[in-house]
């Protein structure tokens, strides 16, 4: 299926997706940091935002010289030149995904960009009544 790829993420401290994937407007990562572990530098970006979700655990993120307390249910956006850091707290490590995309390049998105298909095929799959047509 040339439209369709999918990779198995196996359990490692820090997966990235662009080249599993083979991405061409974004790079995934899913990181896990363990008790008292950080990012071990503080950095930004010449033209990337990144979308953060906090999956599991909790810890702090060091934006801009102000520390804020993060955890999981957790969303937050950081513009390209925002200056940052994750750190895993004391007593429980930190599961979060980071989005990473050229800012401003969001044209159009969800229903904008979507193409409504005559194809029904897929709807004898689905169990929402809603859908079925």
């Given at each position: 299926?040339?439209?369709?790829?999918?990779?198995?993420?196996?359990?490692?401290?820090?997966?990235?997706?662009?080249?599993?994937?083979?991405?061409?407007?974004?790079?995934?990562?899913?990181?896990?940091?363990?008790?008292?572990?950080?990012?071990?530098?503080?950095?930004?970006?010449?033209?990337?935002?990144?979308?953060?979700?906090?999956?599991?655990?909790?810890?702090?993120?060091?934006?801009?010289?102000?520390?804020?307390?993060?955890?999981?249910?957790?969303?937050?956006?950081?513009?390209?030149n925002g200056h940052r850091a994750i750190h895993a707290s004391e007593d429980e490590g930190i599961q979060f995904i980071c989005i990473q995309t050229k800012s401003g390049s969001l044209q159009e998105f969800?229903?904008?960009?979507?193409?409504?298909?005559?194809?029904?095929?897929?709807?004898?799959?689905?169990?929402?009544?809603?859908?079925?047509?």
């Amino acid at each position: 299926m040339e439209n369709f790829k999918m990779v198995e993420v196996k359990d490692a401290p820090r997966v990235e997706l662009h080249n599993q994937l083979g991405l061409t407007g974004c790079e995934i990562s899913i990181n896990e940091l363990p008790p008292k572990a950080a990012v071990p530098f503080v950095h930004a970006h010449k033209q990337n935002e990144e979308v953060y979700g906090v999956l599991g655990g909790k810890g702090q993120l060091y934006i801009d010289g102000q520390v804020v307390d993060i955890k999981a249910g957790d969303w937050f956006v950081i513009r390209p030149n925002g200056h940052r850091a994750i750190h895993a707290s004391e007593d429980e490590g930190i599961q979060f995904i980071c989005i990473q995309t050229k800012s401003g390049s969001l044209q159009e998105f969800t229903a904008g960009d979507a193409i409504i298909l005559e194809e029904r095929e897929c709807l004898k799959f689905c169990v929402c009544p809603k859908f079925i047509t």
